[in-house]
């Protein structure tokens, strides 16, 4: 058992050296081997479109989409994320953006989502503001387990998806052409994340979650309705990658059980043949 320990450790600890992830130090994040997915209902919008900016450090989406995201396929606990993003241009629109963390697959995350105006759609209302939520769906399908309200709904738990916490006021939402900066810490505390959004050097929204119910994942990038959203200068602190789930070894006792109780089948098998 120890040696299969030092092993999984060893082996994690090159994991993060290939990945750059020294612990400690901030790592620019090469957006190339991200990939992109649009959970893209019936009777809803487009498909995301997401585009790499010169030198894969930026990423931008440019399609008024379903909800969709932009996942860095490493599943991995105890990092640290800072970044920045905006909305180019001045297309007047007023939706969500944000980011995904604790991914698991495309109906179990938490979601950070920003919306820039109250709005009705679908039926639900989005309010102004930030929200925290976690989505958990039973088959791990977003595009059957979820649903275009369960993504539009900030206000109230709704279907598979439960409001964590909000920051929504007539003033709280995101403005075009605005630069933010966000800092998520997950899981560096066991079992907590916190979450910290900026304008320059005013926070105006700073947040700590006790939840335990994802403590390992992948990280996304998240917009839903909103077009030329651009997401850049990322950096990540630490991280350790998730290992597989080890099968469980029976202990001793159960051992001697199941040779007690084999040693039982051959007396009575022996006993009928005589």
């Not at 957006?31 to 990423?59: E, K």
């Not at 997950?186 to 994802?214: C, E």
């Not at 994942?217 to 998240?222: D, E, K, L, S, T």
């Given at each position: 058992?120890?040696?299969s320990?030092?092993?999984?450790a060893?082996?994690?600890?090159?994991s993060?050296?290939?990945?750059?992830?020294?612990?400690?130090?901030?790592?620019?994040?090469d957006l190339?081997?991200?990939s992109?997915?649009?959970?893209?209902?019936?009777g809803?919008?487009?498909?995301?479109?997401?585009?790499?900016?010169?030198?894969?450090?930026?990423?931008?989406?440019?399609?008024?989409?379903?909800?969709?995201?932009y996942?860095?396929?490493?599943d991995?606990?105890?990092?640290?994320?800072?970044?920045?993003w905006?909305?180019?241009?001045?297309?007047?629109?007023?939706?969500?953006?944000?980011?995904?963390?604790?991914?698991?697959?495309?109906?179990?995350?938490?979601?950070?989502d920003?919306?820039?105006?109250?709005?009705?759609?679908?039926g639900?209302t989005?309010?102004e503001?930030?929200t925290v939520?976690?989505?958990?769906?039973?088959?791990?399908?977003?595009?059957?387990d979820?649903?275009?309200?369960?993504?539009?709904?900030?206000?109230?738990?709704?279907?598979?998806?439960?409001?964590?916490?909000?920051?929504h006021s007539?003033?709280?939402?995101?403005?075009?052409n605005?630069?933010?900066?966000?800092?998520l810490?997950?899981?560096?505390?066991?079992?907590?994340?916190?979450?910290?959004?900026?304008?320059?050097?005013?926070?105006?929204?700073?947040t700590?979650?006790?939840?335990?119910?994802?403590?390992?994942?992948?990280?996304?990038?998240?917009?839903?309705?909103?077009?030329?959203?651009?997401?850049?200068?990322?950096?990540q602190?630490?991280?350790?990658?998730?290992?597989?789930?080890?099968?469980?070894?029976?202990?001793?006792?159960?051992?001697v059980?199941?040779?007690?109780?084999?040693?039982?089948l051959?007396?009575?098998?022996?006993?009928?043949?005589?």
């Amino acid at each position: 058992m120890a040696s299969s320990l030092k092993q999984l450790a060893v082996a994690g600890s090159l994991s993060l050296v290939a990945l750059g992830a020294v612990a400690g130090d901030p790592v620019p994040v090469d957006l190339t081997t991200w990939s992109a997915l649009t959970l893209d209902y019936a009777g809803g919008q487009p498909a995301g479109n997401w585009v790499l900016q010169a030198g894969n450090t930026a990423v931008k989406q440019i399609v008024n989409a379903d909800p969709s995201f932009y996942i860095n396929n490493l599943d991995q606990t105890q990092y640290s994320i800072d970044g920045k993003w905006k909305v180019d241009g001045s297309a007047g629109d007023d939706d969500y953006m944000g980011f995904a963390f604790g991914y698991q697959n495309s109906s179990n995350f938490y979601l950070f989502d920003w919306k820039a105006g109250t709005q009705g759609y679908v039926g639900r209302t989005a309010a102004e503001g930030m929200t925290v939520k976690k989505f958990t769906g039973a088959t791990g399908n977003g595009l059957a387990d979820l649903s275009i309200e369960e993504f539009w709904e900030n206000q109230v738990d709704f279907g598979d998806m439960k409001v964590l916490d909000t920051n929504h006021s007539a003033t709280a939402g995101w403005a075009n052409n605005v630069e933010y900066a966000f800092h998520l810490d997950f899981d560096v505390v066991p079992g907590q994340f916190r979450i910290v959004v900026k304008q320059a050097d005013t926070v105006l929204w700073d947040t700590t979650l006790n939840d335990s119910t994802f403590v390992g994942g992948q990280f996304a990038f998240f917009n839903n309705s909103q077009q030329n959203v651009l997401y850049s200068s990322f950096t990540q602190t630490d991280g350790i990658p998730t290992p597989p789930p080890i099968p469980a070894v029976p202990e001793p006792e159960t051992y001697v059980l199941m040779l007690a109780g084999l040693g039982a089948l051959g007396w009575v098998s022996r006993r009928r043949r005589r």
